[in-house]
């Protein structure tokens, strides 16, 4: 029989009921089989309460360090579940990444994994032992701890279904499946029941933080499906997998938004070649990422406006590196705004279905809802709006697209 892979996250295990629930849920599967590797978060918040720790010690942590330090939060989560799961009578033993060998780049603070050791874990897997594998971190050939940023847990919980070979990765959380919308926010989201990795990867990318967006990759490249669970009941569930026919038959699959943009605007641009490298670069230069651009020619074809989001922490550093450029790219000013969202549908159906985006555009002005920049793939549109009307896009095209809950007979009467 195959390894099972399980990854629980930081809601499942935040707090000593909770662990020992998620004890219980393993010792069930362990009689049904012995080979099991679990995948382990922190505590809910207590990653969070670490960057703030190092915050206060120091304006720009070194990501060298930051990384020392945030990874314990996992170090602590897999030792108290390993403990739990020994007081059932289940054998487990705890294996942090440098234990095991996951290595990964240097990029601290946002490591990618690249090879995973097996001796380490078939040995325990051998012994009958639950190997409970911190989640999030990695280490280099120099022997530097890494961890894989923000969600990474479940990304090494696919690298790890990947390299042993899993059937399916199954990941615990405290939501049951995947969502048309985060069902925190919208009250008639409804669960699905399958989607392509395509899909799964525009909608955590866009900002479904469900699962994190590498960990898709992984699936999608290794082909390791991904099976969404809530820890907390056995129904529903989402499982993400290759597309198949059935998935084309929706035209949008699912709703995202991001509050986490701000867009800055170039004015008066010359228009001539190398005028984008030169903004670009600089950012890059800078590591800043850049999401939506548009740029706009003057009629007369000798001046452009430019506008770009970045991410809102990175919004004060770009905004300085291009007044410090406004000259030499004879740009007559530099504006900003950070009162934007990001919103999004996502759908495999949009390949063979016409007419989405301007269904989408139709619904946004029904009420009122101005759209500031567009950006589209083959299967996703977003839109920056204001983000005073992001609740209300989110509600308004969940409607428009039949997204809606069916109304149970209770609901309804
Ligand atoms: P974990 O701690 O288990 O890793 P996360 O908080 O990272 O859990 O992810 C689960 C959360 O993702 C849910 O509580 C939900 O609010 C959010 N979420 C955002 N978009 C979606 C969606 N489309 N479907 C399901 N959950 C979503
Ligand atoms: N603990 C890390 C975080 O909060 C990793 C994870 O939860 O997946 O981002
Ligand atoms: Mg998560």
């Known amino acids: ?43 809910s918040g207590e990653t969070d309460k670490l960057l703030k720790l190092a915050r206060e010690m120091s304006k720009k942590p070194d990501p060298r360090e930051l990384d020392v330090m945030v990874s314990t939060g996992e170090q602590v989560s897999v030792s108290l579940l390993a403990m739990a799961l020994k007081d ?12 095991i060998g996951i290595f990964t780049d240097n990029a601290f603070t946002r490591a990618r994994i690249q090879t995973i050791e097996l001796d380490m874990l078939k040995k325990v897997l051998e012994n009958g032992e639950v190997a409970v594998v911190a989640g999030f971190q990695g280490m280099t050939d120099d022997k530097d701890i890494t961890t894989l940023g923000r969600g990474g847990s479940d990304t090494s919980a696919v690298a790890l279904a990947a390299v042993l070979k899993a059937d399916v990765c199954e990941i615990y959380t405290d939501v049951d499946g995947v969502y048309t919308c985060d069902p925190n926010i919208c009250e008639n989201a409804r669960r699905i029941d399958k989607i392509s990795y395509d899909e799964m990867l525009e909608l955590a990318s866009l900002g479904a933080k469900v699962l994190q967006t590498r960990s898709v990759e992984f699936g ?27 998935m084309e038959k929706e035209v949008v699959s699912g709703i995202t938004y991001d509050r986490n943009e701000a867009r800055i605007t170039l004015l008066g641009l010359q228009d001539r070649p190398g005028i984008a490298a030169t903004v670009f670069t600089a950012l890059a230069e800078e590591n800043i990422n850049v999401d939506m651009i548009i740029q706009n020619s003057s009629a007369d ?27 030499e790219l004879g740009a007559r000013d530099v ?23 301007a269904r989408m555009f139709e619904a946004l002005s029904r009420v009122g809802i101005n759209i500031i920049m567009i950006s589209t793939s083959e299967i ?26 069916p109304l149970t007979a209770e609901a309804g009467s």
């Open 335 to 357: 504006v900003g705004d950070t009162s934007i969202a990001k919103l999004s549908i996502v759908g495999v159906g949009m390949r063979s279905h016409a007419g989405v985006a």
């Open 301 to 327: 074809g000798k001046s452009a406006d430019l506008s770009f989001t970045v991410a809102k922490g990175d919004y004060e550093k770009a905004n300085e590196i291009l007044k410090k450029k406004a000259c």
């Open 1 to 43: 029989m195959g390894v099972v892979v399980q990854k629980y996250g930081g809601t499942s295990v935040g707090s000593v009921e909770k662990i020992q629930n998620v004890a219980r849920k393993i010792a069930g599967r362990y009689r049904e089989t012995n080979r099991i590797v679990v995948v382990v978060s922190a505590m």
């Open 88 to 99: 059932l009578g289940v054998p487990a033993r705890s294996l942090l990444a440098h234990q």
């Open 380 to 405: 996703k549109i977003s839109c920056a709006i204001d983000q005073k009307y992001l609740e209300l896009g989110v509600r308004v095209l969940h409607e428009t697209f039949e997204m809606d809950a």
């Open 220 to 246: 999608k490249k290794y082909n390791v499906p991904i099976l969404v669970k809530s820890s907390f009941t056995d129904e529903g569930g989402t499982l993400t997998t290759m597309e198949d026919e059935d």
